[in-house]
């Protein structure tokens, strides 16, 4: 085994404190995800196909602002030599995303039927503005992961405990917002609002001794800035990064993957009201029992990942038991059927979780090669446009299936059978084929081998980059 597989240079803690990225990340994902698009529909009344087109703009304005702003970052500024590329961004973006979460909630007091435009702008400016904070955080911690941690064996340490870090946030989002907001009571929704900006900035200052950068990082990027001054213009890196077919195949599996989880995690508001009759609390159980799932196999899929030693196979792998576990929500419609469930299906997304940074690291460090040249915040933006499309699919989905099968949110729970059945096409038949097509894909076209992943590691570290 080479030095550059067993290289470990940061603290176990200090891969802690970094995690802590992602539980405020996750949470404030999880809860958008899932109450955004049916609090606009189901509580405001708004026509689900207006919702459709605010967040479709509001994601191909997300699918821009990602790679644009990770473009900007990519560059030294006066502030670089002092606080690092990524630290100053971290910080400008994290407390206000959470800030900006809490106005989503609080629309206009207007007819949905006649001012129907006003709450459609409303929407479309306040997701926009909650995706601006997200971009300028998310593009930039994302960024530092595979400049700070630069072995194949520590990425894949920083990887398993980073997601062992956001769980925890996907479990305080999914299980603490149910407890605050109550169906039919919209001021309600305000109030989670505020619990969860609390929590999410807790979250973010845990994180900042993590996030820092070291001197060492710092000057090595200074010093090649300094000796390559030219920077490619945003639309010429985008040209760059679409000729590197392991980059483009890996984005179409995460597209697809984002439109699974999006759809699905956002359809569950939607079974639970509708299909099962029950509460919000209900949720709490739902996703409580996925985070176990997450939680118990981590650590699983962690080891198995170190001793395969090969991140296309467990990629591979770990997408077909999330679309296994997907397809038997169409038919169940027993709340503890659902419960178990959902502990499979958190089971097989801890390693698809688990697997989404080292690869995005290999996809990284191969670019490296070829452009000889550290973009990391650039390719994270790209990451990020290409997954923000499942934001359109999700919208699309809902809006297609429900006018289809006749869901109607006035009817409250008095649904036709034909709905029901929708909801449930919509929270799993449909997210289990668009992960099967991203599978056959990374399967066929995807090759970054392991022989190619430690040989793009070596010629890096030749590269002083």
Known sequence: ??????????????????????????????????????????????????????????AIYNMF????????TNRPFKFTKKWGRRFPWILLGGIPWGLSYIIIFTPPQVNPVSGAWILFLWLLFTTCLFD????????????????????????RTASGIYIMVGVFGVAFGAIIPPLFYDYGDISSYVIQGVVV????????????????EDQATIDLYLRSSAEKPERESFFKSLIIAAKQKPFIIFMILYILYQSLVETMQAAIQFTVRYSLKMEAEANTLI?????????????????????????????????????????????????????INMLIWGMALGGFWVMIFPVTADVIDNSVVLTKKREEGVYTGFQQFFGRMGIIVQ???????QTLTGFDPARGTNQTDTAIWGLHFQQSTVPMFFILIGIFFFWIWYDLTPGRVRENELRIKELGL
């Open 197 to 212: 900006f609390l929590i999410t900035t807790v979250g973010f200052l845990l994180a900042l001794p993590g996030s820092r």
């Open 395 to 401: 919208a699309l989905t809902f809006a297609t299936v």
């Open 132 to 155: 601006t904070f997200h971009s300028l955080f998310f593009v930039s911690y994302m960024s530092l992961f595979p400049d700070k941690f630069r072995s194949v064996q520590e990425r």
């Open 65 to 72: 602002n990602d790679p644009f702003i990770g473009w900007i």
């Open 287 to 339: 996703f409580t029992f996925m985070l176990i799932g997450v939680l118990l196999s981590t650590p699983i899929w962690t080891i198995y990942s170190r001793r395969a030693k090969d991140n296309k196979k467990v990629m591979i792998i770990s997408a077909l038991c999330l679309a296994a576990a997907t397809l038997p929500l169409t038919f169940l419609r027993n709340y503890w059927g659902v419960i």
């Open 1 to 58: 085994m080479g030095d550059s597989e067993i290289e470990i240079k940061h603290s176990k803690l200090g891969m802690v404190s970094y995690g802590f990225n992602s539980f405020s990340r996750e949470l404030l994902r999880i809860t958008f995800t899932t109450l955004g698009f049916f609090f606009y529909q189901t509580e405001v009344k708004l026509n689900v196909w207006i919702i459709a087109l605010a967040y479709v703009i509001f």
